[in-house]
């Protein structure tokens, strides 16, 4: 069954994100001091497809450092090295970083960088976010059950779902 739902739900991301309009050279990565920049020399020409997953594990944690065209181009590739690999070394930390920037945030300047971040997907990726967030938790039973996940990750998790399910999204 998992593997089957990680197959499922692979193909929707694939299938969403297939036509997602690349951000353009110089509008891959921004801010976050130097590491915005790093990014975007890292993943500049790419598609999001031809990432290798070694570049998306390491960088795993510079989803808040992307544009927001940058951050729905590339969205696809975090999903799925999260939902394939989850076993790699520091696909764990992807994971979280993924469910911490698909969650609204307590900080107002937070959540406008949140809003603006989504504000482009179309009702396709969003569906495509709300599978990967529901099989997440589908797949991870036992680290939730175990609080393996930090309880305020869990917390994410559940407002990251309930935001994703909103049909007003």
């Not at 692979?10 to 969403?16: D, G, L, R, S, V």
């Not at 799925?80 to 520091?90: R, S």
């Not at 900080?107 to 990726?125: G, P, T, V, W």
Request: hydrophobic share 45%; net charge negative.
């Amino acid at each position: 069954m998992s593997q089957e739902l990680r197959e499922k739900v692979a193909k929707q991301i694939e299938e969403a994100f297939a036509d997602a309009p690349y951000p353009g050279d110089e509008n891959i990565g921004w801010g976050c001091g130097s590491e915005g920049g790093m990014l975007e020399e890292a993943f500049r020409g790419k598609h999001w497809s031809e990432l290798s997953l070694e570049l998306i594990l390491d960088n795993r944690d510079k989803l808040p450092c992307t544009t927001p065209e940058g951050f729905r181009f590339y969205m696809p590739a975090w999903l799925l090295a999260a939902l394939l690999h989850y076993e790699m070394p520091k696909a764990y930390d992807l994971c979280q970083s993924l469910i911490f920037n698909l969650c609204p945030q307590d900080d107002s300047a937070m959540q406008e960088h949140f809003l603006r971040h989504i504000a482009k997907f179309n009702a396709q990726e969003k569906a495509a976010v709300l599978a990967f967030l529901e099989a997440w938790k589908e797949l991870h039973p036992d680290e939730i059950e175990m609080e393996v996940i930090l309880p305020a990750r869990l917390r994410k998790l559940s407002l990251a779902l309930a935001f994703w399910k909103n049909p007003a999204l």
